[in-house]
């Protein structure tokens, strides 16, 4: 049983397939990245600013919706729930925390790299 074929074993060079864009480029490939638009805005760096946007985005969309819910209880009491306004607030609070911690961790960490120097 042969894997290969004698006649493709010739010479030194073998071409292996990119089964991921992140992964190394060729020469030739590499040259036709640089000239396109998404090489020069960002690939890793982009997504995880994305991310970042869209995490502080669902935050602020929480915040909304409890503050809202909340609003339409007091002026149509009748129009809401009061455990969804309750879950909304619990969630709003919660995922402000979470930021905030998580921005507190971030800064510790800046300036713990900023003072190994």
């Given at each position: 049983?042969a894997?290969?074929?004698p006649?493709q074993?010739?010479?030194n060079?073998?071409?292996?397939?990119r089964?991921d864009?992140r992964?190394?480029?060729?020469i030739?490939?590499a040259l036709?990245?640089?000239?396109?638009p998404?090489?020069a805005?960002g690939?890793?760096?982009?997504?995880?600013?994305?991310?970042?946007?869209g995490a502080?985005?669902d935050?602020?969309?929480?915040?909304?919706k409890?503050?809202d819910?909340s609003?339409?209880?007091?002026?149509d009491?009748?129009?809401?729930?009061?455990?969804d306004?309750?879950i909304?607030l619990?969630?709003?609070n919660l995922?402000?925390?979470?930021?905030k911690?998580?921005?507190?961790r971030a800064?510790?960490a800046?300036r713990e790299i900023?003072?190994?120097?």
């Amino acid at each position: 049983m042969a894997l290969i074929d004698p006649a493709q074993a010739m010479g030194n060079v073998v071409r292996l397939a990119r089964t991921d864009p992140r992964h190394l480029a060729g020469i030739g490939e590499a040259l036709s990245a640089t000239a396109s638009p998404s090489a020069a805005g960002g690939g890793i760096e982009q997504k995880f600013g994305d991310l970042l946007l869209g995490a502080l985005g669902d935050v602020n969309q929480s915040q909304l919706k409890a503050m809202d819910l909340s609003q339409r209880m007091i002026t149509d009491p009748a129009s809401v729930n009061v455990e969804d306004v309750t879950i909304a607030l619990a969630d709003a609070n919660l995922a402000l925390s979470m930021t905030k911690a998580i921005v507190d961790r971030a800064l510790a960490a800046y300036r713990e790299i900023i003072n190994v120097r």
